[in-house]
């Protein structure tokens, strides 16, 4: 069975960075699109960010591009998400999500059960 464990989340300050980590279990995602989502109290989930397998092609929404950077580490098999510049309207709990496929696409198969964000003005 696979699963998606994110870690790295919690309290930051506004302008202040945290670095968020998905690692799955239950079989490698290397070279397997991965993606994160982010979903606010009372609003729909949102992407994020995407990586192709390779790592070599990334994907950002608008509201974080500059401040947000997606990443891989296919030997570790894990995906990062390091945020800086954090705003408050960044707080939410953020998801991981993997893809059978190389290419980053809309859907995703997999999805971990997320971990929060919270920004401080």
């Known amino acids: 069975q696979v699963h998606l464990v994110e870690s790295g989340g919690g309290l930051v300050q506004a302008g202040g960075s945290l670095r968020l980590s998905c690692a799955p279990s239950?079989?490698?995602?290397?070279?397997?699109?991965m993606g994160w989502f982010r979903q606010a109290p009372g609003k729909e989930r949102e992407f994020v960010a995407a990586?192709?397998?390779?790592?070599?092609?990334?994907y950002y929404a608008d509201s974080v591009k500059g401040r947000f950077t997606i990443s891989r580490d296919n030997v570790k098999n894990t995906v990062y998400l390091q945020m800086n510049s954090l705003k408050s309207e960044d707080t939410a709990a953020y998801y991981c999500?993997?893809?059978?496929?190389?290419?980053?696409?809309?859907?995703?198969?997999?999805w971990g059960q997320g971990t929060q964000v919270t920004v401080s003005s």
């Open positions: 999500a993997a893809s059978e496929t190389a290419w980053v696409r809309e859907e995703y198969d997999y």
């Open positions: 239950g079989r490698t995602f290397s070279g397997y699109a």
């Open positions: 990586i192709s397998g390779s790592g070599r092609n990334t």
